[in-house]
């Protein structure tokens, strides 16, 4: 086998790795091959072995190639979706090694070790996870959750996120509607974990390329010296404050060309009910998610009895209405009710709930990849297991 065939079946055993060892490993094997040429020259070995491998270095290559092979095993363990099944539907989605990257920073501040372990992007929603470990605290935090007193002992290192902000690329950003975290500890002594979700495209926001992220998380601030009465010159003259030069977590991630992965369809074809008229205004196909966005308009005869019948709105202990009744009074029960099926009526993902929020004019529903497209694809209400395809709703 020459240099050029063993390349080729090197390069379809195994799977991709990080491109840090992936060169690391073509510098190893160019080393080798190198060391055994000039052994070969300084012996006057008669042993023809241009263009070839000797049985040394296939067998250090092999070796090479089971610790490749093990680095990407344990790369592909991608903890964000640990904590965030709830929201993707699967502990480790299927294309997720071509959208995650991993440690991507770390330093210490006040005694506490910052980490950037994972990030993520699918074309709509960043995935970030990062963690704080207190190096003078030797007791573990419970996985499910933690508690006041908990986030008061890295309160009183002065670390953590002191500002509801981000930046990307130097501007900075709110996070956006139908966002979070999830805040848990470890088996790590001293060791609290944040895994954050931020709907980017909710902010009409996406990300091309390598891209620097910058998180509030580091050394904490006071609000005070971030004021824009105090301090206009830390704003823009547009209002929106600078990236601050401390209290700072900067990294780089690499959007890569994940936009173009993206299916974007805009169906837009009413349905009009008793109730309620709903359409689809967009279905976002990434290659982690499933994005679908509900248009509403209520019934204004319908939304007229209800509050005849009902009142002006929901009201406190004192009898005064906080706020009024809207249209999610009257179809909540019917978007509660809907779930993602084919053109048969067939539920694509049993046990899955997908709808992610709504109000009285909008609803998100949310839902893994699909591996197999459906011709045809509906928002449909479930009755006793069943679809009702005369309510449903079109999405594809």
């Known amino acids: 086998m020459n240099s050029r065939e063993f390349q080729k079946h090197l390069t379809s055993a195994i799977p991709d790795v990080p491109e840090h060892f992936h060169n690391r490993m073509e510098m190893t094997l160019e080393s080798i091959v190198n060391q055994e040429a000039n052994m070969k020259e300084s012996a006057k070995t008669a042993i023809r072995t241009a263009g070839r491998f000797s049985f040394r270095t296939v067998a250090l290559a092999l070796a090479l190639i089971m610790a490749v092979s093990a680095v990407a095993l344990a790369a592909a363990q991608w903890h964000v979706f640990d904590r965030l099944s709830f929201l993707t539907g699967q502990d480790t989605p299927k294309n997720a090694d071509s959208l995650m990257q991993a440690n991507l920073y770390q330093s ?41 007193e908990d986030l008061q002992l890295l309160a009183d290192h002065n670390v953590g996120w002191w500002i509801d902000q981000i930046w990307f690329n130097g501007r900075t950003m709110d996070m956006p509607v139908n966002s979070g975290e999830v805040e848990c500890g470890t088996s790590v002594p001293g060791e609290i974990e ?87 205004t967009e279905a976002a196909f990434t290659p982690l998610m499933t994005y679908i966005t509900l248009n509403l308009k209520v019934n204004p005869d319908v939304m007229a009895a209800y509050i005849r019948e009902n009142g002006a709105g929901h009201k406190d202990d004192n009898g005064q209405v906080i706020f009024p009744y809207g249209g999610m009074d ?3 029960d019917w978007i509660a009710s809907l779930e993602l099926v084919d053109g048969d009526g067939k539920i694509l993902f049993p046990g899955h709930h997908g709808q992610n929020g709504y109000d ?7 839902y893994p990849s699909i591996e197999t497209m459906p011709d045809a694809l509906y928002l449909a209400p479930i009755q006793n297991g069943a679809a009702d395809m005369t309510q449903a709703v079109q999405v594809k």
């Open 108 to 148: 210490t501040v006040n005694n506490v070790e910052i980490t950037v372990k994972e990030a993520g992007y699918d074309g709509r929603m960043l995935l970030l996870q990062y963690s704080y470990r207190m190096l003078d605290v030797d007791k573990t935090f419970s996985p499910d959750g933690l508690r006041e």
């Open 194 to 280: 944040i895994t954050e979700y931020w709907r980017l495209d909710n902010a009409g926001f996406m990300l091309t390329g390598p891209v620097e992220i910058s998180l509030p998380i580091g050394e904490r601030q006071h609000l005070s010296d971030y004021s824009r009465i105090n301090h206009p010159e830390k704003f823009d003259v547009d209002g929106t404050l600078k990236l601050p030069e401390k209290g700072m977590v900067t990294f780089t991630f690499d959007a890569k060309d994940t936009l173009s992965k993206v299916i974007t369809l805009r169906p837009n074809v009413e349905k009009a009910l008793p109730d309620v008229t709903a359409k689809v």
């Open 360 to 366: 009285n004019e909008w609803a998100e529903f949310l």
């Open 330 to 332: 009257v179809f909540g």
